[in-house]
């Protein structure tokens, strides 16, 4: 990938006011919202660490995981992105809050896949108003000296500095992947929608390199997997598959789909290899 290293930051250093307990702990699917936005990152990047302030360093959600403390003076999470930058000057970053329990591999790819390492940030477009989500963002190196000056002039809104310095702006596949969870009221309906998120059977077939590192040429599964892209995940990590997903075409009930269609019990789903020869 061009422009320099890309690290992850999941930002959970918040005070949780609204929430009035701390959102880094809320429970989906027995895991805490702060570990499934960690393995998210972490499924994508060599390097994952924690943002935080100092007397968070010992809470037990927090201390299992690298960490970055904030280094810089100040509130809210431009303190976060700031500290990262100073820490690994060398690096971009992958900024995640950790309140966004629908984001999904499919997302996290599609940043990636998009990121313009020539501006100072590469962002989704809120789906709401079109504006700039500063939290599931790459921060290019290049932002902080203008983030330093942002904030010495008064500024700490990430949203603002993005559009005020014409950040690369990239459609959502899923608009969805971008709802946070703030209030008890918005919680209790986030967990009523991934208790709808039943498992489903799906029929898989493999063919070529696939068919022999699965050890067969079909099966039907059961999984909660939403799009082929995130499908795809789980099976390359169940069976190593060694293709990466840009090798390969995704057909969906006989006809050539995109990787963020959503799934639907019984379907019919075939990871295409390239064809060898000419």
């Given at each position: 990938m061009s422009g320099g290293p890309i690290y992850g930051l999941i930002l959970a250093g918040g005070a949780s006011t609204r929430m009035r307990r701390d959102k880094a702990a809320l429970m989906y699917q027995g895991k805490t919202q702060l570990d499934r936005a960690f393995e998210?990152?972490?499924?994508?990047?060599?390097?994952?660490?924690v943002s935080l302030r100092a007397e968070q360093r010992l809470d037990r959600t927090r201390a299992q995981r690298p960490m970055i403390v904030d280094s810089i003076a100040g509130e809210g999470p431009i303190v976060g992105i700031r500290s990262a930058?100073?820490?690994?000057?060398e690096s971009a970053w992958l900024v995640l809050a950790c309140d966004l329990p629908f984001l999904s591999d499919t997302a996290v790819e599609g940043l990636l896949r998009g990121r313009d390492p020539n501006a100072l940030a590469t962002a989704f477009k809120s789906a709401h108003d079109g504006l700039p989500e500063p939290l599931c963002a790459i921060w290019e190196p290049a932002a902080a000296e203008a983030l330093a000056v942002y904030?010495?002039?008064g500024g700490h809104c990430p949203r603002k500095f993005l559009m005020r310095h014409a950040?690369?702006?990239?459609?959502?596949?899923?608009?969805?992947?971008?709802?946070?969870?703030?209030?008890?009221?918005?919680?209790?309906q986030a967990l009523a929608t991934f208790d709808n998120l039943s498992p489903m059977q799906l029929k898989i077939?493999?063919?070529?390199?696939?068919?022999?590192?699965?050890?067969?040429?079909e099966e039907t599964l059961e999984t909660s997997a939403?799009?082929?892209?995130?499908?795809?995940?789980?099976?390359?990590?169940r069976y190593g598959f060694t293709l990466s997903r840009e090798q390969l075409?995704?057909?969906?009930?006989?006809?050539?789909?995109?990787?963020?269609?959503?799934?639907?019990?019984?379907?019919?789903?075939?990871?295409?290899?390239?064809?060898?020869?000419?």
């Open positions: 998210l990152a972490d499924r994508h990047l060599d390097k994952v660490f930058l100073a820490a690994h000057p904030q010495a002039a950040a690369h702006l990239l459609e959502p596949a899923d608009p969805r992947a971008l709802d946070n969870v703030n209030t008890p009221e918005e919680y209790a077939q493999y063919y070529a390199l696939m068919r022999e590192q699965a050890g067969r040429s939403a799009t082929p892209a995130d499908l795809y995940t789980e099976l390359a990590a075409k995704v057909a969906v009930n006989s006809e050539f789909s995109d990787w963020s269609r959503r799934l639907a019990a019984n379907d019919a789903v075939v990871f295409i290899p390239p064809v060898a020869g000419g």
